[in-house]
């Protein structure tokens, strides 16, 4: 399995900017497609934006959609998540998660998982 540790997290004010990186180890990061997901406390886990492994394909939730970039530079093992206009209900604990397959279910035991970065928004 891949190893993914999350990065670039931290407090913003409302209207801010912040990217978000996520590193691969173990594996090739190319072999594998990426998803950025969001869990605030009492909120059911969302994803916000996914890549396939070329990076051809991506897709946003509507409510990030016009704010959140997502990209990948797999020459560096590393994909992004740029997020402009940051709202109050941006704050979350953001994961990145990448399976071997660019169809599926995420929820599915191929789908390796970091750790988490915390983005706290103030009003």
């Known amino acids: 399995q891949v190893q993914l540790v999350e990065s670039g997290g931290g407090l913003v004010q409302a209207g801010g900017s912040l990217r978000l990186s996520c590193v691969a180890s173990g594996r090739t990061l190319s072999a594998y497609a990426v998803a950025w997901f969001r869990q605030a406390p009492g909120n059911e886990r969302e994803s916000v934006a996914r890549?396939?492994?070329?990076?051809?394909?991506?897709m946003y939730a509507n409510s990030v959609k016009g704010r959140f970039s997502i990209s990948r530079d797999n020459a560096k093992n590393m994909v992004y998540l740029q997020m402009n206009s940051l709202k109050p209900e941006d704050a979350a604990v953001y994961y990145c998660?990448?399976?071997?397959?660019?169809?599926?279910?995420?929820?599915?035991?191929?789908?390796?998982w970091g750790q988490g970065t915390q983005v706290t928004v103030s009003s």
């Open positions: 890549i396939s492994k070329v990076g051809g394909s991506i």
């Open positions: 998660a990448a399976r071997p397959v660019d169809f599926g279910s995420w929820s599915g035991d191929l789908t390796s």
